[in-house]
Structure formats: structure tokens, C-alpha cells
């Protein structure tokens, strides 16, 4: 899948940069994006991401490896070092570097060192910001990419700005190519991305509600039921990460109960009980665990991450599906702004 059959391609420089058909990117969520779904985008055309944060080395090894059978496709290993204690990431990083993983994805702090490490072992870098300041260093520290998340996005959340608005701001500072994450899950948004002068799309609930993600099957439909204005912004779930860490997710039981503003919470005031768990390993309330596959508990009250696109969003297909349609509708509102139709989305 090319998206060269009409007018108008969507291939973009950053498709040979990255090695893959058309600009859409998987989001690296943890837990969520494993081998099968990293596997399952990269082979319809868009780019795979394995989303590792925190995770034991020997798990990364053995998802990298599954995805290298599944796939003769780039992909990227996502990371998050303000959420690693620094002796895993540097576990971490020499495994995927062991395993010849080819780039890397980082996300919140900027930390030059962990860039320039990867970098000259010869990996490409993606990093996802939330500000135009965060996207100056990561620049400025050797990224190939910058991927401007907007306040929209299910998950964690680093800025405040919305993601056009925040893309745009990069697009004119900056020399990289710019990805837009936050709120997008159809072709209207990734036309609307192109549009702008970005380079492509990354989209996590979109795929988080397919098939081969590792989500728990209430989780998608939770996903599925929702609308946009069924998310919330809260750091209540912070519990595995820095205070302040903000995400957006399906208002449940949990956030029905604050009063007041969402953001403040302290993880060293949270109490620790296990409501859930995957195999031996207790899942915390007010925790980031998102309920996997492997979870059974209190699923209702765990973190149900979903950004503001889960209005768009009305089945759960297998991911090839979610981006073939999402490539067919860009390529039709391009085409007809190319012959200056009305366009009508299908």
C-alpha cells in the first residue's frame, strides 16, 4: 500500500527516512504495543513501534526478535527515561543495540547523552515533545524526527498546547520532519497533517482498538463506547512516574470520584493496593497500568488510556483494516482538493 494510485501521493520524505509505504506511525504505548501490532502496521505500509517502557530486557529481546520474524520492515523501540530507573534503561538500550534494533523512540525529558549514545551506534531517533522548547533540544541533541503530541492524545501527556497548533509551531523553526500525534484516527486527519506541511501522522487509540494490540478486549471496547469528551486529563494514575505526569483517559470510577481540578496528585501520598493483576504481578490503583491481554481484576478502575480520537472510533478491526481506511479517505479529500471538489469523506 503506497498511496500512489491517484493525484496526489501520500508518500513523504520521511517514509524512505523511516523505510516505510505511508506516514503513519504506530504509537510506542507500554503494554500495549507488542510484536503482533508493531508487526501488523509495518506490514500494511506504516511504521511499527514496540512501546518497552520499563520493561525487562529479556521481554524486549523477545519481542524484538518475534517482530524480526514477523517483519522485514524498520521499526522502532520506544523508551521513556524519566520513567526508567537508569540502570534498567542502560539494560535496555544494550539489548535493543545487541539485537541490532534499528531506532529508537524517546519521550518526555530530553537527555542528550541517551541520544547521542544511540546515535553513534548508528540508530535513527525519534522524539516525541510536548513543547516548542522540547523540540529545540531534542533538534539540538541529533533527533531525525520530532513528534509533536498535542493535549488530544490518549496516554501520557507532556505539553498543553493542541497538535496542529504545536506542529505548526515546530514546522517553522525547524528543519525535521514533524509528525502530528493527538486526536487522530481517520484519513481526515492525516490529509489535515499533510496539509500543514507535516510529514505524516502517529496514532495509539486508533490501533490500540485493533485486533493484534495487547490491550485487554474491555479495554478496546471501553474505547469503542466512548466519545472525545469522555477522556479526561488527570495525573491521578502517576504511580510508576514522576509527579505532575499527566494522562488522558476514559473517565471511570476513579476520576468520577475527584473533586475539584485532576492535576496535583503527589505519588508519595497514593496508597498502594493491588487491584489487579497480570500473572504474579500486582497491578496498583492510581498505578499507569493499563489492563492487558494477561490482566484479570478490577479492570474499571485501572487506567483506560484513550485520547480524543475514540469518537471516530466504532469498531475493532485488524490494524491492516484501521490503516488502509485511513489511507484510502487521506487519498480521496487530496485528490479532490487536487481537482478542487467538494470533499465529501467516504
Known amino acids: 500500500m503506497t498511496g500512489r494510485h491517484s493525484g496526489i501521493s501520500l508518500r513523504t520524505p520521511v517514509c524512505d527516512l523511516l523505510g516505510c509505504d ?4 504506530l504509537a510506542g504505548m507500554g503494554g500495549v504495543s507488542r510484536w503482533e501490532l508493531a508487526a501488523a502496521v509495518a506490514n500494511a505500509g506504516g511504521y511499527g513501534m514496540l512501546g518497552m517502557v520499563r520493561e525487562d530486557p529479556d521481554l524486549i529481546a523477545a519481542e524484538v526478535t518475534a517482530l524480526q520474524a514477523a517483519t522485514d520492515r524498520r521499526f522502532a523501540v520506544n523508551l521513556i527515561p524519566a520513567a526508567t530507573e537508569p540502570g534498567l534503561l542502560d539494560a535496555q538500550i544494550s539489548r535493543c543495540l545487541d539485537l541490532g534494533v534499528p531506532a529508537f523512540c524517546f519521550f518526555w525529558d530530553v537527555l542528550p547523552k541517551i541520544v547521542a549514545r544511540v546515535k553513534q551506534a548508528g540508530c535513527q531517533v525519534l522524539h516525541q515533545v510536548g513543547t516548542l522548547e ?35 509551531q515546530i514546522l517553522a523553526q525547524s528543519n525535521l520532519p514533524v509528525i502530528v500525534s493527538g486526536g487522530i484516527a481517520t484519513g481526515e486527519g492525516l490529509a489535515a497533517a499533510l496539509a500543514i506541511g507535516a510529514s505524516g501522522v502517529q496514532c495509539g487509540t486508533a490501533f490500540l482498538a485493533t485486533r493484534e494490540s495487547f490491550a485487554h478486549p474491555y479495554h478496546k471496547s471501553r474505547i469503542v ?8 486529563l488527570t495525573d491521578v494514575f502517576v504511580l510508576n512516574w514522576p509527579k505532575g505526569a499527566a494522562v488522558r483517559v476514559i473517565a471511570n470510577s476513579v476520576t468520577d470520584g475527584l473533586s475539584g481540578d485532576y492535576l496535583g496528585h503527589d505519588p508519595d501520598t497514593l496508597p498502594r493496593e493491588a487491584i489487579a493483576w497480570d500473572d504474579d504481578q500486582p497491578r ?21 488510556f484513550a485520547g480524543r480520537s475514540a469518537g471516530r472510533i466504532s469498531d475493532i478491526p485488524h490494524a491492516a483494516d484501521r ?24
Open 22 to 25: 505511508v506516514p503513519i506511525l
Open 134 to 168: 522540547a523540540a529545540s533540544m531534542a533538534e539540538d541533541a541529533g533527533a531525525d524526527v520530532i513528534i509533536a503530541q498535542g493535549v488530544e492524545a490518549g496516554g501520557h501527556v507532556h505539553g498543553r498546547s493542541p497538535a496542529f497548533a504545536l506542529a505548526e
Open 225 to 232: 463506547e466512548a466519545t472525545g469528551d469522555d477522556t479526561v
Open 284 to 304: 496498583l490503583r492510581f498505578s499507569t497500568d493499563s489492563p492487558l491481554r494477561t490482566t484479570t481484576g478490577d479492570l474499571e478502575a485501572m487506567a483506560l
Open 323 to 346: 490503516l488502509g481506511g485511513m489511507v484510502a479517505q487521506a487519498q480521496h479529500i487530496l485528490d479532490a482538493t487536487l481537482r478542487n471538489e467538494p470533499k465529501d469523506i467516504p
